[in-house]
């Protein structure tokens, strides 16, 4: 802590800024009622400045950096927050936006050499740093004054810790929050990549990948005004419930407005009501609720169906097709009035390329009536006898330029794929219930035939990736003029993996190497010391190049693994939970089973036991904190203060399960527990 005096100043300081807000804040006046559209349009604009100053008011900045730019006199003391506020009369920053270039110094600076650079708009700017201060507060007042580093100090990194430390001993509820005020170095970096690359984001479980891609976001928005809005971005995470968990972020940062979905909905979306899902959960059932063989899982559909091998098939299929769209024949709406295929082949040629083929299709026809038309002339075509039959011509021959929908063209170039539903009626009409893997093939074919009506993403954030297909990624980029990515995901947790990826190369091929940018995490921010070597070792029995996480120094209680010694399964647990009840100190507390099944009969014998908890399902749309009990696989991107493992048995964790395992300890915050019958699993016995 600084000493009096410093904490006095600040204290002053405060006031002056918190005086500057409430002065502007005040002057907003109340909303505009009236029917003029250009004063709505102001007053709009006038209500996001009131809310980001009513954020300010009560916590203005966190962060103060004094920094002398060569060829100025003095040191200026930057004060950092999440958005920034300008004195009204002299206009100068009395706070800077922490996507401000200059706060990257900030996050980047961690003592050693004082002498810095940080890349601005005109150019670097190189200068000294002589002073970086964390400042605590909250609802207004000064709580906390932390120095991490003073000029002539030798190392800065063990004091910044204290504040981070500080931030991650706190206990979480059930929405993921905002890390402005303590985003690391090698996060930093991540979140001011520039703009147009496919970033692909390997971090160990904990290591912030999620808050990094939403904070990248923020910034992407703040620093590219002109270039990039928020409803032309879109973040896709694997299920409505994790969707909820991470809603809270960017309303916290400021940033509205993102599309926030899952591939399967906005794929479904895009294909217009004409293709309905099989059930995931029969999805997760066929893959979680028995044993399944690694050969399984290589051989399985998804793995085919979405390999860059099966996407070229496609392509092959849809350029074949877009070559054979105009037919041998001429056209001849008249006696004596013929167009050569050849001519109507250059035609084709002629339209924009990229369009999609339909559209190429009906432009074509909609050229060869105009053709039709003015060669039979004014005469000739207002006979109606001659128009109807150069009309009927026209259709016929429009007949012969094939128009499928995507699932009829994958049924018919892949029979051996997929069929269209059996019965009568037209199989436009019919819905069509694909498989998860199907999905992204017709997903495809669609965008390739028919294009999408929305407009063309500026940035996707594909959270969870480990479980895309190259085929599922090259769908996304589709929808992009330019890759604009942020990819990101754990092959250690890749627990999916019977249709994901096993290598981060199999998504980043997609692209040009100059397009891709590629960071590994390795520190774990969520978990205390003992749960991430604990987690560890669960990992440390599989091969390939695994990599540990690497602890930020949180100490908390050892891990413990309790045999039942008789009692039931259902006792055991409900007298863990009574005790870390009996603690206090837990918002979030969950009970981790092997099996959806599992955690029925879990639920239910708690119920029996007197002990209300909530059970997640994998159709759920939201998850609301307290105590929850939850089937493993389910539990991925989630984090709880607390978690009990309750059948951590030999006969549930086989070797082939060490990744689910993984991702079940790694949920935990500050407490891990375990309970087996007989045999403890092996993946933690080393
Ligand atoms: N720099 C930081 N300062 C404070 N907290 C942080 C920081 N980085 C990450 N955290 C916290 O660590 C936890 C894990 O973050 P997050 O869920 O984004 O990680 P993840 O890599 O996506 O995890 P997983 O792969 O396990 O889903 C969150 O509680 C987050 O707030």
Known sequence: MASDIVVQEE???LNEVLAQIRSQLAAIGPRYTGNDVAEQVIDDLRQERKKRLEVSEREPYFGRLD????????PAALYIGKSGVNDESTQKPLVIDWRAPVSSLFYSFSGGNPAVEYISPEGPIQGIVSLKRNLLVRQGSLQRVVDSYTEGQESGEAVADEFLLHRLGESKDNKL???VSTIQQEQDAIIRTEKNKALFIQGVAGSGKTTVALHRLAYLLYQYQDKVRADRMMILAPNRMFLDYISGVLPELGVGDIRQTTFAEWALELLGG???????????ARWFERKVTEEEKEESAGRRKGSRRFLARLEEALDLAERHLVPEEPFSPEPGLVLRAEQIRAWLSEEPAGEPIMKRRERLLNRLKRWMEIQ?????WSDKTIRSRATAKWKAYAEKLPSLSAAEFYAKHFPEEFALPK????????????APEDLPVLAYIHLRLYGADEAMY???????????????????KLRQRAPSMTVLGDLQQGIHDYAGIRRWQELMELFAQSQTAYYELDRSYRSTTEIIEFANKVLAGMDGGVKPAQPVFRSGDPVETVALAGRSRGDAAAETLRQWRGEGGFATIAVLCRTAEASERMHAELREQGIEADLLTADLQAYGGGLTVVPVYLSKGLE?????????????YGPADAKLLYVGCTRALHRLKLLYEDRLTSLVVV
């Open 640 to 652: 709880f203060d607390a978690v009990l493992i309750p059948d951590a048995d030999e006969s549930a």
């Open 423 to 434: 019965g009568k009626g037209s199989s436009k009409r019919k819905r069509t219930i694909a």
């Open 67 to 74: 920094f002398q730019e060569d060829g100025h006199p003095a």
């Open 11 to 13: 204290r002053q300081r």
């Open 458 to 476: 500026d940035h996707i954030v594909i959270d969870e990736a480990q479980d895309y297909s190259p085929l599922q990624l090259a769908v996304l």
């Open 376 to 380: 039979l002339g004014k005469a000739r």
């Open 177 to 179: 929050r905002d890390i």
């Open 274 to 284: 004409s293709v309905a899902l099989r059930s995931s959960s029969d999805t997760l």
